[in-house]
């Protein structure tokens, strides 16, 4: 049987407030909770899910802060504090009794869970688990964990390429001498990529599961499970020889087994056979992705091509408005936008194919203004919506035309905020200059690259004419969290950005805008810098 990976959002109330898990889910059997590492997401286990999935339901949750899951909002937190979000969310999908194994942050998060909350877990699989020396510890807060600030001249990202590099090569990071020097070849810069994208994802919040890993004091925890543990470690595993530093008891702890494996592939054998002898109980079906009132909230929409993440928010029953963005963009750009129209309608707002969160398959040539239009109207099709308004959000202005102009009886307005129009030349110099490959290298320069492409185009107009008549002489918007924000979008969508951006530049909009039969509202802000649409005045 071949089986795929679901993924789903939850919404909860909890101690923290009201909140949203993402999790991955597949398989059949008894129920198996997986935990990734930090900073990382569900993302990691998703081999190892396919890999188990005739053994197990399993289910992986993006940590609190990691992934797409809501943080908790705390400045700290202890593995506690992550054991308990992590039994609310097993109660909010209807999870009783379960076995776990986590790899590394998860395992550890597993023992906590573990200890905290015997009744609930069958076993425990831990693979790999830090106990670091007093030295050790000190040490690593003092260096392995600075928090994650966007700066003006993007420091930030050469930083975090050069970590990722140096996690490869030595351990912790920052012990660069023979004695911290690991086995490793360096990863290929695409894998470095992921997890630099990961690490995105997780921005201020990645270092709070990593501080409280660290702080965990696993040689008092371990000794006192109560559930059929295994804790072990593979050789290649830099955490392998902190094993010895766990001194279990058997008379006092005779379900607990700690010891070393050889490989992975030794490793997974051994847990495996551990879970299985200790099953979990009946997984519950997955429920339903509700609301988070007053705010907006995200759920992932099934169509034939893949996935679309979906943010939304308003009221449900408020006539709804899609709010389409344009290439190199998404959904998480657009907020400042959705936010105010959610006290006044029922707002939608996807990111489109290739861009963002969403994973649906496009053509080899990426997506297309029309694909975009296709797969926004699936969507809304398996959201259940029928009419809607569309806003266009500067290159969404071409996508919201399209979608109205193949789809006339499902769009009743159509409004375009800072449409984008090219004249011939612009094309040409768009094509040679405005679209630059974002593809990961070795150094790290894509990341610099991407960078002072978003800024520049505070500064100039377009982004790429930096000589005196491209100057835009208006208030700089230069905040640094801002330009970080739509830097990682960029990268997400590598690729589909450009061939989205191609589309546009060839797109009709003033001519697909006056064939429209529905009201069409054009409005520019006072210091968009482009061209803009002129001698079309269609109003309600």
Not at 502 to 523: G, K
């Amino acid at each position: 049987m071949e089986y795929r990976i679901e993924r789903h959002f939850v919404t909860f109330e909890s101690r923290w407030g009201t909140r949203q898990v993402h999790y991955r889910r597949t398989g059949n059997g008894p129920l198996l909770l997986m935990l990734h590492q930090s900073p990382q997401s569900s993302r990691e286990l998703e081999p190892l899910m396919l890999q188990w999935a005739k053994h197990f339901t399993i289910v992986a949750p993006d940590s609190p802060g990691y992934g797409l899951s809501d943080p908790l909002h705390l400045v700290g937190a202890t593995l506690k504090t992550f054991a308990d979000a992590s039994i609310e969310f097993m109660d909010a999908i209807g999870a009783e009794r379960f076995a776990i194994y986590g790899f590394h942050t998860g395992g550890m998060i597993g023992t906590a869970i573990a200890d905290g909350y015997p009744d609930r877990v069958t076993a425990l699989a831990c693979n790999g688990i830090a106990v670091p020396t007093d030295a050790e510890l000190e040490d690593i807060l003092r260096l392995y964990l600075p928090p994650f600030e966007p700066r003006w001249d993007a420091g930030h990202l050469a930083w975090l390429w050069a970590k990722t590099r140096e996690q490869t090569v030595f351990f912790p990071w920052h012990n660069r001498t023979r004695a911290g020097r690991m086995d490793f070849p360096m990863p290929s810069p695409e894998h470095q990529q992921n997890s630099v994208l990961e690490f995105f994802r997780a921005g201020k919040h990645y270092l709070i599961a990593y501080r409280a890993a660290f702080v965990f004091h696993a040689e008092n925890i371990v000794p006192r499970l109560k559930v059929p543990s295994l804790i072990t470690a593979a050789d290649w595993d830099p955490l392998q020889p902190h094993l010895q530093r766990l001194v279990v008891d058997p008379d006092r702890a005779p379900k607990v087994l700690v010891e070393t494996s050889a490989t992975p592939t030794e490793v997974l054998a051994k847990c495996l056979a551990l879970l299985q002898a200790h099953p979990g109980g009946r997984a519950a079906e997955a429920p339903r992705t509700a609301a988070v009132p007053g705010r907006l909230w995200r759920q992932l929409v099934d169509i034939d091509q893949g996935i679309l993440h979906v943010r939304r928010g308003g009221n449900p029953e408020a006539p709804v408005k899609v709010v389409l963005h344009g290439a190199g963009a998404s959904g998480a750009t657009l907020e400042a936008w959705v936010e105010p129209l959610a006290e006044h309608f029922h707002v939608v707002v996807f990111d489109l194919p290739g861009h963002g969160e969403t994973a649906v398959q496009v053509k080899a040539h990426g997506p297309t203004v029309t694909d975009c239009a296709a797969m926004v109207h699936d969507g809304l099709d398996a959201l259940g919506l029928g009419q809607v308004s569309l806003l266009g959000v500067e290159g969404g202005g071409a996508v919201a035309a399209e979608l109205a102009q193949l789809y006339p009886q499902r769009v009743t307005a159509v409004t375009l905020q800072d449409a984008r129009v090219y004249s011939e030349a612009d094309k040409g110099l768009w094509r040679a200059q405005g679209m630059p490959t974002m593809q990961p290298e070795w150094s790290g320069g894509h990341l610099l690259r991407c960078w002072h492409m978003v800024r520049d185009g505070r500064l100039f107009a377009p982004w790429f004419r930096r000589d005196r008549e491209g100057i835009r002489w208006c208030e700089p918007q230069l905040d640094d969290e801002r330009i970080q924000l739509e830097v990682a979008e960029y990268l997400k969508a590598e690729g589909a950005w450009q061939a989205l951006l191609a589309s546009e530049l060839e797109y009709p909009l003033q001519q697909q805008l006056t064939s429209l039969q529905v009201p069409v509202t054009i409005d520019y802000s006072a210091e968009y810098p482009g061209t803009r649409l002129t001698g079309l005045h269609k109003t309600p």
